[in-house]
């Protein structure tokens, strides 16, 4: 009996953008030397913004980063649409004139 991976974040993001017609996120990872040791983090720019993953780690967690960041990306993109879903609904009843 197999067992089931979650999807991933990164997955679940690019999902979310072909579906809306967004174009697929594009990762960056940066770098920070700290010493003897260099931190790494990751961003995604969707649809011309930039999100990013809010810790730092080894390179060697690097696809961690890219997760994180792509929950950000995720998450803030479906409020902004339930958000404009609320707002369209709110504004788009009782305006309207009869005769």
């Known amino acids: 009996m197999a067992h089931n991976q979650p999807?991933?974040?990164?997955?679940?993001?690019?999902?979310?953008?072909?579906e809306n017609r967004l174009d697929e996120p594009h990762f960056q990872d940066y770098s920070d030397p700290r010493g003897i040791r260099t931190a790494w983090s990751s961003g995604v720019f969707v649809n011309g913004k930039e999100y990013r993953a809010p810790l730092w780690r080894d390179y060697r967690f690097l696809d961690q980063?890219?997760?994180?960041?792509?929950?950000?990306?995720?998450?803030?993109?479906?409020?902004?649409?339930?958000?404009?879903?609320?707002?369209?609904?709110?504004?788009?009843?009782?305006?309207?004139?009869?005769?």
């Open 7 to 18: 999807v991933s974040w990164v997955q679940r993001l690019k999902d979310h953008c072909a």
């Open 65 to 99: 980063c890219h997760e994180e960041a792509a929950e950000v990306a995720l998450k803030s993109l479906l409020q902004q649409r339930m958000q404009n879903a609320s707002s369209s609904q709110y504004y788009g009843h009782g305006y309207g004139t009869s005769r």
